[in-house]
């Protein structure tokens, strides 16, 4: 075969060579035209051109930012006028900007793209663009002042701190459920903060409804942020939670759950310990506990149990009830009596530190009457006093 050059190859196989065009566009107008390129895939992928907002997802609030620049330059409408088939540049007014007499830094700050970054194709960083986050960053914050009335707010807070540890209320990550209520509490920076007035409804800029709120914080300060001030501070906080309300559910129903016993035995025991501070107050330390069981059987081996004090126990009072989620049962009396829990710390038979749990510094008449509003399911609006040693209004 005779020796043929790259052009007779090519032509033997049937491939045809199409001349390269030298494009006749300088850097920044390549630029320009891949900018505009990104806002014309965002049309035909939504049919519409990209809007400000800041519900809007941050790409499209930067290509309307960049749209916004390119419809400022008269060179940019020249320059996009084949491209430009939806007529995206149109309906806005024009500065007067010679980009020929612009410098690249300059070119790419009208744009709103960082020089550094668009030879890398990143349109995430903007120059000379102030967002309306920053022109409320104010109102996000939102002055905190000293809660003059505090005191009213304390047994509340406390309340709530109870209802946490004892599972009554839980936490829940901000966003699922948006909305802010009188009453609501919510964890913001790690700071508790409760919803004390809802005030009335006001029209923001941007049409939606807002209303100025009475914020009361656990730290004893207070602040009268907006609404949805409150909503994008709890978005943003990687912390922020909602409390959820103590409902407890229904104790005992007509169809049985994965939790509950066809029937059961809430059990109270009283300790035969030797430590100082059960011998003192033996008469008013009591445990109390749920089992399917015999009781007999549940407290077989109390001597050798942390859990019964490492004593035998003596059962003083039983209450039988049918068809009881154990779980919810065991959370109202952690609940209710929260306030009588004894913080007791005992050596086990190995020599380790324990605290037993369940065991209440309170009189038996008055786990009578929980047990009887448990039956009559008037138990979630009351709470434990010690100082009264009675139950009253939560």
């Known amino acids: 075969m005779a020796d043929m050059d790259d052009d007779d190859l090519l032509d033997a196989l049937g491939v045809e060579v199409t001349p390269l065009k030298n494009s006749s566009r300088t850097p920044r107008e390549e630029r320009i035209v891949a900018g505009f390129e990104d806002i014309l895939r965002f049309h035909q992928t939504h049919g519409r051109a990209p809007q400000h907002g800041e519900d809007r997802d941050i790409f499209e609030r930067l290509y309307a930012v960049r749209l916004d620049q390119l419809r400022k330059l008269p060179e940019a409408h020249a320059l996009l006028a084949e491209l430009d088939t939806h007529k995206l540049l149109e309906g806005s007014e024009v500065s007067a900007v010679d980009i020929d007499a612009l410098d690249e830094d300059a070119l790419l700050a009208e744009l709103g793209i960082a020089d550094d970054v668009a030879e890398a194709g990143d349109i995430t960083v903007l120059r000379h663009v102030r967002s309306s986050v920053e022109k409320r960053a104010a109102e996000e914050v939102a002055e905190r002042n000293a809660c003059e009335d505090f005191e009213r707010f304390r047994p509340l807070f406390e309340q709530v701190e109870q209802d946490l540890k004892s599972g009554v209320r839980k936490t829940l990550r901000f966003g699922r459920d948006a909305s802010v209520a009188d009453g609501n509490y919510f964890i913001l920076g790690g700071q508790l903060a409760y919803v004390a007035e809802v005030g009335e409804t006001i029209k923001a800029p941007n049409g939606d409804n807002d209303a100025r709120l009475r914020v009361i914080y656990a730290n004893g300060t207070e602040s009268n942020l907006l609404l949805r001030s409150l909503q994008r501070a709890l978005y943003k906080d990687d912390t922020g939670r909602r409390l959820t309300d103590p409902d407890m559910g229904p104790l005992f129903g007509g169809e049985a759950e994965s939790d509950d016993i066809a029937s059961g035995?809430?059990?109270?025991?009283?300790?035969?310990?030797?430590?100082?501070?059960?011998?003192?107050?033996?008469?008013?330390?009591?445990?109390?506990?749920?089992?399917?069981?015999?009781?007999?059987?549940?407290?077989?081996?109390?001597?050798?149990?942390?859990?019964?004090?490492?004593?035998?126990?003596?059962?003083?009072?039983?209450?039988?009830?049918?068809?009881?989620?154990?779980?919810?049962?065991?959370?109202?009396?952690?609940?209710?009596?929260?306030?009588?829990?004894?913080?007791?710390?005992?050596?086990?038979?190995?020599?380790?530190?324990?605290?037993?749990?369940?065991?209440?510094?309170?009189?038996?008449?008055?786990?009578?009457?929980?047990?009887?509003?448990?039956?009559?399911?008037?138990?979630?609006?009351?709470?434990?006093?010690?100082?009264?040693?009675?139950?009253?209004?939560?």
């Open 265 to 394: 035995t809430i059990y109270v025991l009283r300790s035969k310990s030797n430590h100082p501070f059960v011998a003192e107050h033996r008469e008013l330390i009591h445990k109390i506990g749920v089992t399917g069981n015999s009781v007999e059987s549940r407290i077989a081996g109390a001597a050798k149990d942390a859990t019964y004090l490492l004593a035998d126990v003596d059962v003083v009072a039983t209450y039988q009830l049918h068809n009881i989620n154990r779980v919810r049962l065991e959370k109202i009396f952690h609940r209710v009596l929260a306030s009588a829990q004894i913080d007791l710390t005992l050596q086990d038979r190995f020599g380790q530190s324990v605290k037993p749990q369940e065991w209440f510094l309170v009189p038996l008449q008055v786990i009578d009457e929980v047990v009887e509003r448990i039956r009559d399911g008037s138990i979630t609006s009351v709470v434990y006093d010690p100082a009264s040693a009675s139950l009253v209004a939560a």
